[in-house]
């Protein structure tokens, strides 16, 4: 039953650990410093525990379009709307969501996985429900709780958390191909477990947040594997490269690719190739620290936002004065 299961998205860990969580095994390693200078500094921060508007339980996902910022707000079955600093504009979904995961927007249409409900809906930006598509199980077109979202000119590339695997679907609702295997968790390159967000690069390459195979996997169109980070292990760790659950993709407008590293309650960014570029964040309530970090996302600015899930808040960063690449 999902509901005993339920991933890092529920309040009770010791459940979440028995949905594929390794704790973290010693590496060796010190524990991460922060950047020489790190590619972001804090501008603000909203949100509190509650279920009024503004108010957040459990957030998860977060999209941006034009000046405004769109939080799944998972815990009361809703997406809220808010202007980049932070002001309450407003809600919908409550009447079609259930558990609302990752987001993205493409052409004005915003896209949100509904996690207990195995379906991923459309709205417009202004909140009007425009559709729906999948239903529950294995098959081609069927999720077990669909988790990530991507929207592209090829359609909508779906991370697919308990079949371990991520579905490229259509705009007419077809699948066109299937990354991983359907039910079967693995480590081996192209293979996925508990898959949680998808992203893509400027070149089309699609981005995996091989979330408890603590790694990212990089993929061409047609599915080959170009890389991945860490390269060869899948277990949990806490040097520069290694995550503890990596939850969600992110790609600046930089081109570096920015990870959620959820356990480890930090951001890291790597280039385009895989090499490690930096990190920020630690854990704690305080400004530019997170709880537990599950999504990213950036404005036309280059501000970046992040979906701060133990704080129930969201936290807004600008890049460092030297530019806009760390």
């Keep these: 039953m999902r509901l005993s299961q339920f991933l890092i998205f529920v309040t009770v860990w010791a459940v979440f650990l028995t949905a594929g969580c390794r704790s973290p095994e010693p590496d060796g390693a010190a524990e991460p410093e922060a950047s020489p200078e790190a590619p972001y500094r804090f501008v603000a921060a909203w949100g509190m525990s509650g279920s009024e508007p503004g108010q957040f339980r459990e957030p998860i996902g977060l999209a941006v379009a034009g000046d405004e910022v769109f939080v799944s707000d998972a815990g009361n079955n809703r997406v809220q709307v808010f202007d980049r600093d932070g002001r309450f504009l407003r809600e919908f979904g409550s009447d079609s969501l259930q558990r609302p995961m990752h987001l993205d927007v493409r052409a004005d249409t915003l896209y949100v996985p509904s996690y207990l409900t195995?379906?991923?809906?459309?709205?417009?930006?202004?909140g009007e429900h425009l559709g729906a598509f999948g239903a529950s199980g294995s098959g081609v077109g069927q999720f077990d709780a669909p988790a990530g979202i991507a929207a592209s000119d090829?359609?909508?590339?779906?991370?697919?958390?308990?079949n371990h695997r991520v579905q490229l679907v259509s705009p007419k609702g077809a699948v066109i191909r299937e990354y991983g295997t359907a039910g079967q968790e693995g480590t081996a390159p192209g293979r996925f477990t508990y898959p949680t967000d998808v992203t893509?690069?400027?070149?089309?390459?699609?981005?995996?947040?091989?979330?408890?195979?603590?790694?990212?996997?990089?993929?061409?169109?047609?599915?080959?594997?170009?890389?991945?980070?860490?390269?060869?292990?899948?277990?949990a760790g806490t040097?520069?490269?290694?995550?503890?659950?990596?939850?969600a993709v992110a790609v600046g407008p930089d081109g570096l690719i920015y990870v959620a590293d959820f356990f480890n309650h930090r951001i890291q960014v790597f280039t385009a190739e895989g090499q490690f570029v930096g990190s920020f964040g630690a854990q704690g309530t305080g400004d530019g620290q997170f709880e537990r970090p599950t999504d990213l996302a950036f404005d036309a600015d280059a501000d970046l936002y992040v979906v701060d899930f133990g704080n129930d808040r969201v936290q807004r960063f600008a890049p460092t004065p030297n530019g806009d690449t760390p």
């Design 239 to 247: 040097s520069p490269g290694r995550f503890n659950v990596a939850t």
């Design 154 to 162: 090829a359609g909508v590339y779906v991370a697919d958390f308990y």
């Design 200 to 235: 893509l690069t400027a070149d089309g390459h699609l981005v995996v947040a091989d979330a408890y195979n603590n790694r990212i996997q990089v993929l061409r169109p047609d599915g080959e594997v170009v890389w991945a980070v860490p390269g060869t292990t899948t277990e």
């Design 118 to 126: 195995d379906r991923v809906h459309a709205f417009s930006t202004a």
